[in-house]
Each structure stands twice: as structure tokens, then as C-alpha cells.
């Protein structure tokens, strides 16, 4: 069945009111204007196809807690995701700052749940120094990441030592 056009425009009806022709206007601008319209929606269309397909980087996860994780659970894992946050020193003494950066985001985003999780079972007096410590430990982490990205020999081990200390603080109040 064919379809007229007045048929089409009750159907879809135009979202503005027509405009009138304008005298002044010529038919290379219309089509210049419409060129244009074109090549913008397809670059949209192109830009939201390439975001939406790309995966994302091995970067920290923000996740604070796991679900489902029992302090007791988080208790028995803290001695281990520490030391394997402690096992970057091979990588940095080798100077594999990408490995060591992998090695440090993944390690040190279970130790951060683990902490977060006893922290949270700890009585609200405590929460704040525990917070405290908890901060002061996994900004040092950042720094060292950053320091290993910049390849400075120099600070990375200024920010491995805070660590360590950090690390020491933090489970000896836990």
C-alpha cells in the first residue's frame, strides 16, 4: 500500500511547527547545513559505538566491601593480601614497574575490602583512627603507583617504606 504524504505527515507529525521559506535562503546553504547535520549524527553514532565496546583499564577497583564477606573471613585474609602487598618489592627491586603496578592494584584492592569489612565490625570509637590508618595506608599505595608509573626510583621506596609502616600500624590496631 502506498502512502501519500499528507498521510505520512499525520502520522508522524513534525516535532517543530514548519517554518517558512525564506526568500534570502538558497538551496546551498539548506544542503550545507543538512551535510552537516548528517556528518555529526554519524560521528555520534560512531563515538557511542567505540565507547561502548571498549573494556575497562587494569585499574583499582572501588569496590569497598565484598558482598557477603564475614569479618571472620576478612580477618583470615588480611595476613595474606598484606604480604602479597608486600611482594612488590621483588618487582620494584627488578624495575618491572608495569608488572608491579598489577601486582600492587590487585593486592592491595583485597586488602582494602578486608580492612573496610573489619573496620565497619569495629565499635564507633574506633572506626575513626581505624579510618585514619586505612587512608594513610592505601594513599601511600596511589603514590607508590604513581611513583612506579613515573619510573622515580627515589620515591618509589620512600612510598614502599610508608607502606610497610602504614601496613605495620594498621594490623597492630586490628
Known sequence: MATTPSLLQKLNPPLHPPRKPNPTTTTATTTT???????????????????????????FDFRMTVPDQTVEE????IQSHGQSL???????MAESWKEAQKLLRKSSALLKQDIYTI?????ADER???????????NGVTRLDYAARDKDRIRVWEC???IVLSLDHILSRL
Open 74 to 77: 576478612a580477618e583470615s585474609g
Open 33 to 59: 547545513t543538512t551535510a552537516a547535520t548528517r556528518r555529526t549524527s554519524i560521528i555520534l553514532t560512531a563515538s557511542s559505538a567505540l565507547f561502548l565496546s571498549t573494556k575497562p583499564a587494569a585499574a
Open 128 to 138: 575513626p583512627r581505624l579510618r585514619k590508618l586505612y587512608s594513610d595506608l592505601f
Open 119 to 123: 573496620i565497619q565490625s569495629k565499635s
Open 160 to 162: 614502599y617504606d610508608g
Open 86 to 92: 608486600l611482594r612488590v618489592k621483588d618487582l620494584l
